[in-house]
């Protein structure tokens, strides 16, 4: 029996400020299926205590050889166990089993993009409403009266 420890954060769902990192302990034998690292790895997370994030899923996964994360994702969203918004999840909640983790990788990056892009768009935005708050002042009250 091979003992595997991986440090992951735990996350407080309220704040972004990562908490002391929690040890989950991943206990399988070397020739075990990858549907039953699956098991051993869905059980070492449920028993952790920790949340986690998807990236820090499909880096665990890969660690220990299971192939399809994807159904270790689904158990856990459904368990509230990660730390995802619904429409990161939302694609790996439905997709197939076959799903690999390079796919997952490829779709935890994608939305990574997609959530920076976002970030800054909104910072764009917000900058220009101040400016425009800070230029038409007058206008914005009288129009509030």
């Not at 205590?49 to 890969?62: M, N, P, T």
């Not at 935005?125 to 002042?137: N, R, V």
């Amino acid at each position: 029996v091979r003992s595997n420890t991986f440090d992951a954060p735990l996350v407080s769902r309220s704040f972004s400020m990562p908490l002391p990192p929690r040890r989950v302990d991943v206990d399988a034998t070397a020739g075990a299926s990858s549907d039953t690292r699956s098991a051993i790895l869905l059980r070492a997370m449920r028993t952790s205590g920790a949340f986690f994030s998807l990236q820090e899923l499909v880096e665990l996964g890969q660690a220990h050889g299971v192939h399809d994360v994807a159904s270790v994702v689904r158990c856990l969203v459904s368990e509230g166990k990660i730390l995802s918004s619904d429409r990161e999840v939302d694609p790996l909640f439905w997709a197939p089993p076959s799903l690999d983790v390079a796919q997952l990788r490829a779709v935890s990056q994608r939305l990574d993009r997609e959530t920076q892009e976002s970030r800054l768009e909104l910072e764009g935005l917000e900058a220009a409403l101040k400016e425009l708050g800070e230029s038409g002042g007058g206008a914005a009250a009288g129009m509030k009266e």
